[in-house]
């Protein structure tokens, strides 16, 4: 969107991305996922109206209009520093070293995926994003986290025949995540398709089971072939108070609990 906007100003511009595709956090959506989206205003395209739509068919949909406008993005290229020199700025990328007098910072809130720290997580089956859900068919896995990611990877591997699988979140109640997926969460609960152990921190990873201490402070030691760790991302902050970029951190409000 930034791209097309500068385009329609007549700007010389050009954009660097540090992945091989479009897509920023929903390309690393798992395959098939669901986007829900509400009508939105794109440059030179106009009014786009999708809904619900899958990863596969909105990165579809921005490849074409990449194409169609030709917009110059330099792919696998990532943005290291930003210096200021006398006319403007210097931005050193993985590849190169770019003069320019602006920048457009739009580098989303997913950071480097954020780990628990505890032993036993630099395992194989320790990972950070769920990509193909079917991968899980009759396995245990623990999801960790309390956000959209670990809900819906909780909710479609739940979905998986075969699949057990257990939900923890260090907080007592889901905190701002969207009405659909606490609705399924729901259900989910109800149908006993999945179980969720809120207030409960994991102790450590073994290659057969894990170690979860619960809210009562009783630890359980639980089968387990995957773990999915979705505790969100580590923001590149003090790189961009180095540059001089403030950042600032807004806490939700309380939850309702959800059990
Ligand atoms: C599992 C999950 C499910 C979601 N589901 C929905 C949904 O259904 N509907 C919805 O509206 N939203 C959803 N969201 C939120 C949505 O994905 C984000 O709001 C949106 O992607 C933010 O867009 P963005 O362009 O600001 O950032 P991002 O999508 O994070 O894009 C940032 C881009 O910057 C690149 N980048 C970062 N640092 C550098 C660097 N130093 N150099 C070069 N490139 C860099 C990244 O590779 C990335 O491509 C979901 C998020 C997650 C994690």
């Not at 010389?12 to 479009?22: G, V």
């Not at 030709?70 to 050193?92: C, D, L, Q, W």
């Not at 602006?102 to 780990?115: D, M």
């Not at 609960?189 to 979860?212: D, W, Y």
Request: charged share 25%; glycine share 8%; hydrophobic share 40%.
């Amino acid at each position: 969107s930034a791209s097309l906007a500068a385009k329609e100003q007549g700007l010389k511009y050009i954009t660097i991305e540090q992945e091989e595709s479009l897509g920023g956090a929903i390309f690393k959506y798992p395959r098939n996922k669901v986007a829900m989206t509400q009508p939105v205003h794109l440059p030179i395209v106009g009014l786009v109206e999708m809904y619900d739509i899958s990863k596969e068919e909105l990165i579809g949909f921005w490849l074409r209009i990449m194409q169609e406008q030709v917009i110059p993005v330099r792919f696998n290229e990532r943005m290291e520093t930003i210096s200021k020199t006398e006319h403007g700025y210097a931005v050193k990328t993985s590849k190169s070293t770019y003069e320019t007098s602006n920048i457009l910072l739009a580098i989303g809130r997913q950071g480097t995926p954020r780990k628990l720290n505890v032993p036993g997580e630099d395992q194989a089956k320790v990972i950070y994003r769920l990509i193909d859900p079917e991968q899980f068919r009759g396995n245990h896995v623990l999801v960790v986290g309390g956000g959209d990611s670990a809900i819906e990877a909780a909710i479609t591997i739940s979905e998986q025949i075969g699949s057990i699988v257990t939900l923890s979140y260090r907080s007592e109640a889901f905190g701002r995540i969207k009405p659909k997926n606490r609705e399924k969460l729901e259900v989910a609960i109800t149908n006993q398709k999945l179980r969720v152990e809120l207030q409960s921190n994991v102790k450590e990873i073994l290659p057969e089971s894990v170690k979860l201490e619960l809210a009562t402070k009783e630890i359980i030691e639980i089968p387990n072939e995957s773990v999915i760790i979705c505790a969100g991302g580590v923001l590149p902050t003090p790189m961009l108070k180095e540059i001089g970029v403030m950042v600032e951190t807004h806490y939700g409000t309380k939850p309702a609990a959800v059990r």
